[in-house]
């Protein structure tokens, strides 16, 4: 057990709702990560908080994803107005001494 | 832009044999971190092991242990003594070293398949 945890660890959804997930880092976790993956591939970097701040965004993260990290403890991810291309996996991690630890992950299915 | 390569899609071993798993992976950085992590169905990816590419000597976990080698940029995860509970998606990992924002890169996944 890594300590992280995910809610939901399942969403189905319908195209066009929105969608929020958490992260639950340990406290000791001072930068947060969160990646998808996507079926047969490894997981693909998102964003990335340091403590509470957003520091960098990939490609990948259209205007319809939205990450928060209030007082750098626990994150959301918030998808808005979902499309089909959404379903994935939802992974989190917390970094400590330089290695990475994964959530469970939040299986979102857009139908 | 770094690269992670694993060319075995799937992989099967006999219980209590050995299997290794082949990574490579493409940088122009002299520092970095290398990571082997495996994600049984449907449950979390966990960390197998880790290696530092300023150390020579590779890193050992029990059952697991790596090749690297450095000139080459591949880096190897050798299973011994294969149990059941092995079997899942093994994902190999790199990040450079420095300290600011440094996401993992991973490769596609070999998938591991143990017979009993």
């Known amino acids: 057990d890594t300590g992280v945890s995910q809610d939901p660890r399942h969403k189905i959804t319908k195209r066009g709702q929105n969608v929020t997930f958490r992260c639950d880092p340990i406290s000791e976790h001072n930068r947060l990560y969160w990646y998808r993956q996507t079926l047969g591939q490894g997981p693909e970097f998102l964003t990335y908080f340091q403590n509470e701040a957003q520091l960098e965004k990939s490609r990948l993260l259209s205007d319809r994803f939205s990450a928060e990290r209030p007082k750098g403890s626990f994150s959301t991810l918030e998808i808005q107005r979902t499309e089909q291309g959404d379903s994935a996996m939802y992974l989190c991690?917390?970094?400590?001494?330089?290695?990475?630890?994964f959530g469970p992950g939040t299986r979102l299915l857009v139908l | 832009a770094q690269t992670v390569t694993q060319s075995q899609p799937e992989m099967s071993v006999q219980e209590a044999e050995t299997v290794t798993l082949s990574c490579t992976y493409d940088?122009?950085?002299?520092?970095?971190?290398l990571f082997w992590y495996k994600q049984p169905p449907s449950r979390q990816m966990i960390l197998v092991i880790r290696q530092e590419a300023y150390k020579q000597q590779n890193a050992t976990e029990n059952r697991f242990s790596v090749n690297f080698q450095k000139a080459a940029k591949s880096f190897s995860l050798k299973i011994s003594d294969s149990q059941l509970g092995d079997a899942a998606m093994y994902f190999c990992a790199y990040r450079p070293w420095n300290s600011g924002n440094t996401p993992l890169v991973f490769g596609k996944g070999t998938r591991l398949s143990v017979i009993a």
């Open positions: 991690a917390g970094t400590r001494q330089e290695t990475q630890y």
């Open positions: 940088t122009s950085e002299s520092d970095y971190y």
